[in-house]
């Protein structure tokens, strides 16, 4: 099996080009430095040159429409009762509640209540920014559990094979047990189940760290976290979507007793959902020999839609093509023959 090194091409400053080339002659490494002016005279050596792309940004728009729920036509005021949808009540833009359950909207100048931040019965709590918040509540008692999440339709739908960055912010009233115990469901329909209160049957595609618990009882706690698309979510469910045997909860410090196991209530602000920035890495070696270490060719690459590498030999053959659908190369051609030792080129191109 042959060992190959395949070179690395690194950007280095306008109208300039850094150029390394690893060989494997006789299974013995060389390394050759060449710095190259310009790309016109890198012609001069090679049949092919290089289209270099580094690193880019999106202008990150954010996909949840009111992420602070400050959009509201009324405001209730209160702890909303069993059935009752106290976002589409209030004209909360963008926000619902998919269960029975009955999550809250903390706001001022209610209509049914007269509650506003910070005095609201879960506890003493301004909202991180403006006037309003949302508040989720959890429960698992004896003979039943209890969950509460909040929905929003997205202002896109994902692409497949994405990165999109969820951020939320919560804090938990002086009062409550604490949890790590947080995650968020992306779906492609609308989630109405208007008959249960459990917790809702499926798995989070993306939850906060097990070991970081949610304690910030004074200020808001950031959590961030990373769902690559499967394409087509339209739909964010947030909440803890765990039963009560699969929990993870600790007593608060501020409790005297261990009676209320389980009471547990989240206020949540801010939430944001962002496409991340593209990049892509392109390693600088290889060694295809099957001892399951470094066996494959494998640029790691983020957020681009299209794009593809062509690898060729120092003759200016091309040897095989990488792709969205074909992500690694195993160091055979596409006929399934070990290419020979030698040096490696490749040019990798993007859109």
Not at 126 to 153: H, S, V, W
Not at 173 to 199: C, H, K, M
Not at 285 to 297: I, K, R, S, V
Request: with cysteine.
């Amino acid at each position: 099996m042959s060992h190959l090194l395949v070179l690395c091409v690194l950007p280095s400053k306008p109208n300039a080009t850094f150029l390394l080339i690893f060989e494997l002659i006789n299974n013995e490494q060389t390394i050759n430095f060449n710095y190259l002016n310009k790309l016109s005279f890198l012609k001069t050596f090679f049949t092919y040159f290089l289209t270099l792309f580094s690193f880019s940004t999106f202008c990150q728009t954010n996909l949840v429409t009111n992420g602070s729920f400050e959009q509201i036509d009324s405001c209730y005021g209160n702890f909303a009762p069993l059935g009752f949808d106290v976002f589409q009540w209030s004209g909360c833009v963008g926000w619902s509640n998919p269960t029975y359950a009955s999550s809250d909207l903390w706001c001022n100048n209610g209509v049914v209540g007269n509650f506003q931040a910070p005095n609201i019965p879960p506890g003493y709590q301004l909202p991180k920014t403006g006037n309003n918040m949302a508040g989720i509540f959890i429960l698992d008692a004896a003979f039943q559990t209890y969950r509460e999440y909040i929905q929003t339709e997205l202002t896109e739908i994902l692409i497949n094979n994405i990165i999109y960055e969820l951020i939320i912010y919560v804090n938990v009233p002086f009062n409550f047990n604490v949890t790590s115990s947080f995650g968020a469901y992306f779906s492609t329909n609308f989630i109405s189940v208007p008959s249960s209160f459990d917790n809702l049957p499926y798995l989070p595609h993306v939850k906060n760290n097990e070991s970081i618990f949610i304690t910030d009882t004074l200020n808001w706690q950031k959590i961030s976290l990373l769902y690559k698309a499967n394409g087509g979510e339209k739909y964010l469910v947030l909440g803890n979507f765990l039963d009560s045997l699969s929990m993870i909860n600790l007593t608060s410090a501020n409790q005297n007793d261990d009676s209320l196991f389980g009471n547990i209530y989240f206020f949540i602000d801010d939430i944001e959902v962002t496409k991340t920035s593209y990049s892509f890495f392109i390693p600088n070696m290889f060694t295809p020999n099957g001892d399951g270490f470094n066996d494959f060719f494998s640029p790691n690459v983020i957020n681009i839609e299209e794009w593809k590498c062509l690898i060729y030999n120092r003759w200016g053959q091309n040897v095989y093509e990488l792709n969205n659908d074909v992500t690694s190369w195993d160091g055979k051609t596409t006929d399934g023959k070990n290419v020979p030792d030698g040096t490696y080129y490749y040019v990798f191109t993007a859109s």
